[in-house]
């Protein structure tokens, strides 16, 4: 119940295109939604955040959709760009600020 | 602002040393410190949470003893991997929270690779 399914494992996009990763959880306690960047060799950034009293947010070029009733939430980065080839993680909290992590989706943008 | 900085950003040791890990937050005061573990191509493996003055929590099935978290200050929190052997070879990742329901920030990792 503690888990964060994640998919797809990896994904490839042509420059300008839509990335869509998706995410899924199943404990109705978590209350905290954030996406992660890692770079090879590097640490996770922290990209976009979402809480479940809102379905969207967005912020430049990166969108959360967070659907409730589905358990489900997932990153829309617009416009993808070779630069945004890395891995993404998406995560979950429940008010200890414990994060479970998905598996990783590994993004790669083609010119 | 929030920045997390890691030391050493890489590691190569004899099997049977220890290896101290440093993780500090530059820029704010950390409250709660995180420890993670990460294999190739993997996802993170949290480790424990150490809260300053107090105590690490760690996780089912991370031996405390090998594996030794002190938080002395609010800014400044180190893992000590004793007795180091080829299978704690991995990318070790801190990262530092100001408080309860803020995010937490991530250090760039520690490779650490035992002989």
């Known amino acids: 119940q503690q888990q964060v399914k994640q998919s797809p494992q990896s994904l490839i996009v042509q420059k300008g295109g839509i990335s869509i990763i998706n995410c899924a959880y199943e404990n109705t306690a978590f209350d905290y939604f954030p996406w992660y960047q890692q770079f090879p060799g590097k640490g996770p950034a922290l990209l976009i955040a979402?809480?479940?009293?809102?379905s969207e947010k967005k912020e430049g070029r990166f969108t959360i959709s967070f659907n409730k009733s589905a358990k489900q939430f997932s990153l829309h980065i617009m416009d993808s760009q070779p630069g945004d080839s890395a891995t993404y993680f998406c995560?979950?909290?429940?008010?200890?600020?414990?994060?479970?992590f998905g598996t990783g989706t590994r993004l790669q943008v083609f010119p | 602002g929030a920045v997390v900085s890691q030391h050493p950003s890489r590691v190569i040791c004899k099997s049977g040393t220890s290896v101290k890990i440093e993780c500090r937050s530059l820029d704010f005061q950390a409250t709660t410190m995180f420890w993670y573990r990460q294999f190739p191509k993997q996802s993170l493996m949290l480790m424990a949470t150490?809260?300053?003055?107090?105590?690490?929590?760690?996780e089912q099935g991370v031996e405390k003893d090998k594996f030794l978290i002190n938080h002395a200050s609010l800014t400044l929190s180190t893992l000590t991997v004793t007795s180091a052997h080829p299978e704690d070879s991995s990318f070790y990742i801190c990262?530092?929270?100001?408080?309860?329901?803020?995010?937490?920030?991530f250090g760039d990792g520690t490779r650490l690779s035992i002989l």
């Open positions: 979402i809480r479940p009293d809102v």
């Open positions: 995560a979950a909290s429940a008010g200890t600020d414990k994060l479970i």
């Open positions: 990262s530092a929270k100001r408080g309860s329901g803020q995010p937490q920030h």
């Open positions: 150490s809260n300053e003055g107090s105590k690490a929590t760690y």
